[in-house]
């Protein structure tokens, strides 16, 4: 079954704006991790924030972990043309040896 | 420190033939995922390996698919008598620990087509 879903699917924004991307998840996790895919690309990894954690920053990123509600979000700040790409968070599990279940991913359009 | 490497990064194959993926974990890795995207969809775990062993296979296709992760030498994902629906990319990650406490970095990916 899926276990992160994003949300929206597509977003179009101008650059300078902020970008804000949701994550849903259905069971109790140890780790929830953001990528960023461009298109054709490898993935490459954002943030990893744990299950105790609520909040982490790097650099324009920001990521916030609500464990009560099963959700995390991916605050870009500032956006840029380059930032344009498909962003997947995904989760692991305990007792599940690291295996990450990925959602279908938000599709980041940032105009110049 | 060289990040993930897989070759190769597109592969033909007709209907039929074998596919070898490979994977070069980063350095100080011990832990490799395979995971396969479908056009317009996210990733699907398929395989988990340490060093000789086989630690979940829940994702892998029962037949055709094979993976391995010798002693020496880098991960093999290996697709026998390929179909047109094995046509994906497959991405191959490494971490340095497990328990889904550590960082999974990927690979560029290999890009299949089965004509």
């Known amino acids: 079954s899926q276990q992160g879903e994003e949300d929206p699917q597509a977003l179009s924004i101008q650059e300078g704006e902020n970008a804000t991307m949701n994550c849903s998840y259905k069971?109790?996790?140890?780790?929830l991790q953001w990528y960023r895919q461009n298109s054709g690309r490898g993935l490459v990894h954002l943030i990893l924030i744990r299950s105790n954690e609520r909040e982490k920053h790097s650099g324009r990123l920001r990521v916030t972990l609500d464990t009560s509600k099963k959700s995390s979000s991916l605050l870009i700040t500032a956006s840029r043309a380059a930032d344009t790409a498909s962003y997947f968070c995904?989760?692991?599990?305990?007792?599940?040896?690291?295996?990450?279940?990925f959602g279908q991913g938000t599709e980041l359009s940032v105009k110049p | 420190n060289a990040g993930v490497m897989q070759n190769p990064r597109h592969l033909v194959r007709r209907r039929g033939q074998e596919a070898r993926l490979r994977c070069s974990p980063m350095k100080g890795h011990s832990h490799v995922y395979w995971y396969r995207q479908l056009p317009e969809e996210g990733l699907k775990f398929m395989v988990y390996?340490?060093?000789?062993?086989?630690?979940?296979e829940s994702g892998m296709p029962k037949e055709r698919f094979s993976a391995e992760f010798p002693k020496e030498g880098p991960s093999i994902l290996r697709i026998q008598q390929v179909v047109r629906g094995d046509s994906a990319a497959y991405f191959c990650a490494s971490s340095e620990g497990t328990g889904g406490t550590y960082e999974q970095y990927f690979g560029p990916g290999t890009r299949l087509t089965v004509t």
């Open positions: 069971t109790s996790i140890n780790n």
């Open positions: 390996l340490q060093k000789e062993n086989i630690i979940d």
């Open positions: 995904a989760t692991s599990r305990y007792n599940q040896g690291g295996k990450l279940i």
